[in-house]
């Protein structure tokens, strides 16, 4: 750790806590949405490679949804993790979206807030990531019927 020429008895870290008590994280995140064809066709290799990348330099959290590519992404994440090296894999941070609806063409129809249905987007998303926690997991969008 460095001090802060400013405020010397304060040391600096290159990680940041999330919120007032959440986990520290590197500054800056990678956002999966793009490795499961969501902007047009995805290398599996170059993705897993990106990833390991990330996570080599110093990245730690890993952003994604479990709509994209409808659960494609979060199995990656889950492939990439399983295969980093156990340092990165420990401290990696997973950040989950939930709660959008899809078609098979996969158009969106909807979010889906109901406690219900956030408990199974959830318990899916931990069996896609092979994880027992989601670090961060929020709504994608607000559901107007649910308050």
Do not use: W
Not at 48 to 66: E, N, P, Y
Not at 94 to 112: C, H, I, M, N, P
């Amino acid at each position: 750790m460095t001090t802060n020429p400013s405020t010397s008895a304060q040391p600096t870290s290159p990680h940041r806590t999330l919120g007032t008590t959440g986990p520290a994280a590197f500054p800056l995140g990678l956002g999966c949405m793009g490795m499961s064809a969501l902007y047009g066709e995805a290398d599996r290799a170059e993705s897993l490679a990106t990833i390991h990348a990330a996570l080599d330099a110093g990245v730690t959290l890993l952003d994604t949804g479990d709509f994209y590519g409808m659960g494609h992404n979060e199995l990656l994440i889950n492939e990439a993790l399983r295969t980093a090296p156990a340092a990165a894999r420990e401290q990696a941070l997973t950040s989950v979206k939930f709660g959008a609806l899809r078609t098979v063409e996969g158009g969106f129809t909807g979010y889906d807030g109901r406690p219900e249905a956030v408990k199974n987007f959830l318990a899916y998303s931990l069996q896609r990531l092979g994880r027992d926690h989601i670090d961060i997991y929020r709504i994608a969008r607000v559901d107007p019927d649910v308050p």
